[in-house]
DNA sequence: TCTCTCACTTC
DNA sequence: TGAAGTGAGAG
């Protein structure tokens, strides 16, 4: 049983839901609190009958249940499994019928994305967090109607470079900042069932942008895996961190799963659409975005030059003030320089005045302002091929050597803006879109070659000799390893967490008003009460997974009494000395605005534990490699369909799921991804090139890709067609990187 | 560059 | 009606 926003469940009255008071014993076919280290594991949820009830993957279920079972019925002490073990009621772990589904996403409002993007899209990022414009969107079909899906998206860095707006043109001005602890924010009406998820547009307006590192809308769960590049620590949030002058890349992530708590277990499909990618300002730097978001943003009506707003009147008063400068101006010179003139006002009304910009906010795809910088009207000019075209090329341009580009680092795409640095062949290169379709095709990521090789295509840049320079000299610099955006490390086993490539998972935000905790501890940041459905299970199922506060420099996990010292007490956990009293645990959840649930923070985990791991975490995913965690995960693990989160490997006694087990696994992770470091992301190129060669094929490919049945472009790989069963092409995959990490350059023309 | 306040908007 | 989302502009 699984909670979900379709469930009655209020804060306040969702206690009976907890699996950890009292009244929900008898539903627990057992219950046992396993083990007492570390504080902050989450308990593992097990069903009576061992893995056969447990929808986990054979190879991990296995070793978890014979270890779990075995220890229960020979009276091992269950400190040797290392995590607090819960077991859970038999009926929420059944395993769910597999039916084939062939999930297509369709990006919406693409060409008010590609307007943006033709230009730069810039999304501004704020303290207190900022909504994304336009929002990001999409329509999904192929789904099965049936079958629960939980649909999530979350951003990652689009490349290693820091950027600046000069000229009329962003640029490449230096390595990357510390990548920030990334957060994966869930659908807020996940879990749903796929005919509910294809009834509507699925939109992701309420997720926020923000440069506040530390910003309590999140929290981290850290749980083992042999897929280094998912192992460690996952973020969930309402708000993205995000690094001023960085450019981004959205990513749409389908998992089907019933139930949250099957999410580190599921299959996760990505959908990338390269016309999402923007850069974090924390002003707008073009005038040309900005107009477009007045234009069309309903917000920002009052900018708009139709209309009796603000800006209408500022614009009057500066055109008059104007008028009067230039009367004055013609009289004084006995000339009169139109030109100037319009330039001189044009600076003036920053481009508010400006005719061209007023028709920006059109719908259609036409040329902003061609009176406007010379930048922009040869981006334009350029452009005028229209968003398809512009969009084809982003994923095919693959000839061009992006400065900023790591060696290996997937993602790089700074070329994809138009207001680069002119000269480049923008639009050289560009493949027709074949479908008309195209305009919906996403990179689909579900094999992790073709996520990274989405991204390695887009990746060559059309950044000039110069920037490329200067990202290489920015390569140069001390990587990101110093970085630590959580403030202490109080716990060694999170060192360790972040030494692998650690994507961000971020937990839904709207889920408020909804229990999310059906069941187990989840370390959750107060921030994170105010949500729901996908929680309510994802609590219930994270057994093995660690959870920690994350990106919060400050505070610790709200728990509510009652729940918490329950909970605690059940669990054997002793972090809860380390939580803030009630009252003050109360105040940290009002000052979000946010309302404290009754049985609401369970877990009483140090909070600086929490955020440590979390740094941890970042620091890890901070290497160039690292920059892409899934599509280094993919580069790690080729594979049409993989799983963000763990897969078992034998549990040595004491660690087992836990975090304690992590450092040895992590470092074994570590060690294997760490030679894979460039070469890793060309493997997964390859596959992944050949997916978003072409826009019309993306499209069309995207559900076969996804559904893992054929991913690999027939040019690239003959050999990996969809006949090809895909536990084959995982071991041959994978058993090729271990063996060559390079191999991939030799299979991918 | 960033942060904050402001007037304005939508919902 | 008021909370929340906007860009402008000052500092």
Known sequence: MSLSMRDPVIPGTSMAYHPFLPHRAPDFAMSAVLGHQPPFFPALTLPPNGAAALSLPGALAKPIMDQLVGAAETGIPFSSLGPQTHLRPLKT?????????????????????????????????????????????????????????????????????????????????????????????????????????????????????TNNISDKHGFTLAFPSDQATWQGNYSFGTQTILNSMHKYQPRFHIVRANDILKLPYSTFRTYLFPETEFIAVTAYQNDKITQLKIDNNPFAKGFRDTGNGRREKRKQ????????????????????????????????????SSPAVSTVGTSNLKDLCPSEGESDAEADSKEEHGPEACDAAK?????????????????????LFAAEPGGRPRDSGRLDKASPDSRHSPATISSSTR????????????????????????????????????TVQTDPAAAH??????????????LAGQQFFNGHPLFLHPGQFAMGGAFSSMAAGMGPLLATVSGASTGVSGLDSTAMASAAAAQGLSGASATLPFHLQQHVLASQGLAMSPFGSLFPYPYTYMAAAAAASSAAASSSVHRHPFLNLNTMRPRLRYSPYSIPV????????????????????AAAAGPLDGKAAALAASPASVAVDSGSELNSRSSTLSSGSVSLSPKLCPE??????????????????????????????
Request: with cysteine.
């Open 93 to 209: 772990m059944e395993p769910e019928e597999e039916v084939e589904d062939d999930p297509k996403v369709h990006l919406e409002a693409k060409e008010l994305w590609d307007q943006f993007h033709k230009r730069g899209t810039e999304m501004v990022i704020t303290k207190s967090g900022r909504r994304m414009f336009p929002p990001f969107k999409v329509r999904c079909s192929g789904l099965d109607k049936k079958a629960k899906y939980i649909l999530l998206m979350d951003i990652i860095a689009a490349d290693d470079c820091r950027y600046k707006f000069h000229n009329s043109r962003w640029m490449v001005a230096g390595k990357a900042d510390p990548e920030m602890p990334k957060r994966m924010y869930i659908h807020p009406d996940s879990p749903a069932t796929g005919e509910q998820w294809m009834s509507k547009v699925v939109t992701f307006h309420k997720l926020k942008l």
């Open 317 to 352: 008063l500066t055109l008059q003030s104007m008028r009067v400068f230039d009367d004055r101006h013609k009289k004084e010179n006995g000339t009169s320089d139109e030109s100037s003139s319009e330039q001189a006002a044009f600076n003036c009304f920053a481009q508010s």
């Open 395 to 415: 994923i095919s341009t693959t000839t061009s050597e992006d400065p900023c580009r790591d060696k290996g680092s997937p993602a790089v795409k700074a070329h």
């Open 451 to 486: 996520g990274l090789g989405a991204e390695e295509r887009r990746s060559p840049g059309r950044e000039s000799a110069a920037t490329s320079k200067a990202a290489e000299e920015a390569r140069a610099l001390p990587g990101k390893e110093a970085f630590a955006p959580l």
């Open 497 to 510: 967490l972040g030494q692998g490539p650690l994507p961000g998972l971020g937990f839904a935000p709207g």
């Open 650 to 669: 034998p549990m040595p006694d004491g660690s087992g799921l836990l975090t304690t087990a992590l450092p040895s696994m992590a470092a074994a992770a």
């Open 720 to 749: 990996k067609e969809a006949a090809t069963s895909e536990l084959q092409n995982i071991q041959r995959l994978v058993s090729g990187l271990e063996a060559k990490p390079d191999r991939s350059r030799s299979a991918s023309p």
